[in-house]
């Protein structure tokens, strides 16, 4: 800033309570996909690979219209004002994530069409139209067909006693038109076929009959041979549809009795939900979709015409029926610190000194190892556990079970309402407390997604205490494709304050005094303001670097804005929703915020401080939104070891911001722009580093 210009900002403050000063958060996650649909695009990244980009933002759309646009439909039905600190309102708000969303799905099929599927071919991978069928692969299809599809539909023409049929959340469903009328002389001029879900979407052709990785779609099959369903029937048009649904679940958790029973109850009405959006072939004609429309109560802004299949998130069924490691990312054994490859007891490790790994480049068996041998140790006396999303048959349950039938006290706190894996909990919660575990479903109103596991073990000084505390979820494939640290420690203050946590979820009272850890929802917050202004005080010598995945708390952004008003440095590196505005003159210009985009999905939450010369970093399970805040029990662990300390801010941070690969920089109007600007361009990927660093065959811990 000149002279001139910081005088006139000290005449006239901006209020940092202005909406134009902060980003929408449904906007900024829809950006999050249009980086991810990058990748898809990119030349450099595997063809195989950039066809699962390409199905994961179908995947994560899917999800926010589930959620994201279903609540704003709720909110605008209700007549509910501005919400976020941007107030657009839900009018607004709807119209504006519509459009860009509707941008977003036509780049994807455009993306598929025109570049993913001729480069798919040139490989000898097809997905076979039906006017490419030669006849030896027609026979073998309506066979398929006879046998396989045909038994397990049930079409449905449209009458008095056959009304619509209710359509399943995110099915694939086909709108048929008919002309005729059948043995009884009924007339229908419209008949629903649903495809069961059991049916694969894809389907191989035998490589005798084509090539080695030939495609068809289910949806090809049934169009073939629609008028096998319909004898005697013409059949005017064949159209694929598919709706979207609201997939909340409302269980009102202080109103019933028992949490488990509730939403036992509740889950099998989430595939018949609200519909939030209608995607149709863009080859049907304008009377059927007026009709789904009229059926579904929806308007023409929840319709998207498609290019192509109404799903796309079903082509990565190919990339596993496809035996060309060619095409996909180069294989990584991850890296096991040397103090993890002994066979040395782990909890004497421990003892000596804490444990950090690096996921996926580390491995996340030494977590595993770590309670197996809680398991079967004799001189282990209890295990606690927090489970938010894993498997009912991961090896981490079946380490609690065999604790628990080995006599320990095992106590599991599963997140029963972890969104669209509650089904998956309740399995798991079944299974544990069959053996004898006790299970304790959380904190009323307040999901625990803090991440621990607590060791009790008794020696000759009596009892001592064990802990794990990471930022990513015990879910070992979870461990290969995301990246999150991991703390294993036998600190006595942190791992007290892990039990004095434990003691507080399941049972009730005040909110424990904690000696090192930092908790959602009582001290996080206010800690991390407080660390702030103090960086804030510091003015031109505060630094502030944090990582997380989402940054829409409004509080902390006024703060985060405050200090960059003072000097202070602040660089940000934000996965997914930012709501702050980088680079405003007079708000926010010491501000950069950065998105990393790549191989593996940024997980973990990094928070580092400068404190004068005395630095300040916690590793945490939160982001920094009002629910990890306000609304979910969190925890930040502080990483107080001087080279452990050095290591994460090297690896989660300043390697990030060095990044000029797949970094994608803020703007002030909320677009991003990738650091890279051409293919060609030399570049230096954090990911790519740290997987040379970490591989298998070298000794660093």
């Known amino acids: 800033m000149t002279e001139s210009e910081q005088s006139e900002s000290s005449e006239n403050p901006v209020s940092l309570d202005n909406a134009d000063l902060y980003f929408n958060r449904d906007l900024s996650i829809l950006a999050f996909n249009q980086r991810v649909l990058a990748l898809a695009d990119d030349p450099r990244v595997p063809l195989l690979e950039r066809l699962r980009f390409l199905t994961i933002v179908s995947s994560n759309l899917d999800e926010f219209f589930e959620v994201r646009m279903a609540g704003l439909l709720q909110r605008r039905k209700f007549g509910a004002g ?9 009018n607004r708000e709807i119209a504006a994530v519509a459009q860009m969303a509707h941008e977003i799905i036509q780049e ?8 993913l599927l001729p480069a798919l071919a040139k490989e000898g991978i097809r997905l076979l139209r039906r006017k490419q069928w030669r006849a030896a692969q027609k026979r073998w299809i309506s066979n398929y067909f006879q046998t396989e599809v045909m038994p397990l539909l049930t079409p449905l023409s449209l009458d008095p006693a056959h009304p619509f049929p ?13 002309e005729g009328q059948d043995a009884y002389g009924r007339r229908s001029p419209i008949a629903i076929v649903q495809a069961p879900r059991i049916l694969p979407r894809i389907i191989q052709i035998p490589p005798h009959l084509a090539g080695p990785s030939d495609f068809v779609f289910l949806s090809s099959v049934i169009h073939e041979h629609v008028t096998a369903l319909f004898p005697g029937l013409k059949i005017l048009g064949f159209y694929q549809f598919r709706v979207t649904r609201n997939s909340e679940l409302f269980v009102d958790e202080e109103e019933v009795d028992n949490l488990l029973d509730a939403l036992v109850d509740e889950l099998p009405m989430r595939p018949f939900g609200e519909a939030v959006r209608l995607e149709v072939a863009n080859n049907c004609p304008r009377e059927v979709v007026d009709y789904l429309l009229k059926h579904f109560e929806l308007v023409d802004d929840n319709l998207y015409s498609l290019a192509g299949p109404v799903n796309l998130s079903r082509l990565a069924a190919i990339i596993d029926m496809v035996p060309r490691q060619d095409l996909l990312f180069p294989p990584f054994v991850p890296g096991l610190p040397s103090v993890c490859s002994r ?6 490790r421990l003892r000596e000194a804490p444990i950090l790994l690096h996921h996926p480049y580390q491995s996340f068996n030494p977590v595993l190892d770590f309670l197996r041998q809680a398991a079967s140790d004799p001189q282990v006396i209890g295990i606690k556990q927090t489970l938010y999303r894993t498997t009912p048959d991961s090896p981490l349950i079946d380490a609690l079970i065999g604790a628990a039938l080995a006599g320990k006290q095992v106590t599991a706190v599963v997140e029963l309402k972890a969104r669209f894996d509650e089904a998956n909990n309740i399995r798991m919660a079944e299974r544990l407390e069959e053996v004898g575990v006790q299970v304790v479903y959380g904190v009323v109103n307040h999901k625990v997604h803090a991440k621990m596991i607590l060791v009790l073990r008794r020696e000759e000084e009596g009892i001592r ?8 979820n015990y879910h070992p494939r979870n461990a290969r494709i995301y990246t999150d640290l991991s703390l294993l420690t036998a600190d006595s203050d942190i791992t007290a304050d892990m039990n004095d946590l434990f003691m507080h979820i399941t049972g009730m009272g005040k909110v424990p005094q904690l000696r090192r850890l930092l908790q959602s929802p009582f001290t996080l917050f206010n800690a991390l303001i407080q660390a702030i202004e103090a960086e804030t005080r510091r003015g031109s010598e505060g630094r502030i670097l944090a990582r997380v995945n989402a940054l829409v708390e409004p509080e902390l952004i006024r703060a985060l804005y405050r200090a960059s008003q003072a000097g202070v440095e602040i660089d940000l590196v934000v996965r997914g929703a ?13 501000i950069r915020v950065r998105s990393i985009v790549g191989r593996f999905l940024e997980h973990s939450r990094v928070y580092y401080f400068g404190n004068g010369r005395h630095p300040k970093l916690w590793i945490s399970s939160a982001d920094w939104m009002g629910r990890n805040l306000f609304r979910r029990l969190e925890v930040a662990v502080p990483i107080q070891d001087p080279d452990l300390r050095a290591r994460v801010l090297e690896e989660t941070l300043q390697l990030y911001l060095q990044d000029d690969c797949n970094a994608w920089i803020m703007k002030a109007d909320g677009s991003y722009e990738q650091l890279r600007r051409s293919p060609e361009d030399d570049c230096q990927s954090a990911q790519e580093i740290l997987l040379r660093h970490y591989d298998r065959s070298s000794h660093h811990g």
């Open 82 to 90: 501005p919400l976020g600190p941007d107030m657009l309102g839900p």
């Open 108 to 115: 994807q099929y455009l993306c598929l069409n025109q570049r």
């Open 166 to 178: 209710k359509v399943q959340n995110k099915g694939l469903n086909f709108a048929i038109v008919l």
């Open 343 to 348: 066979p040395e007891n782990i909890f004497a």
């Open 465 to 472: 205490l064990y802990g794990h505390l990471g930022t990513g």
């Open 578 to 590: 930012c709501a702050l505005r980088p680079g405003i003159p007079g708000v926010s210009e010491h």
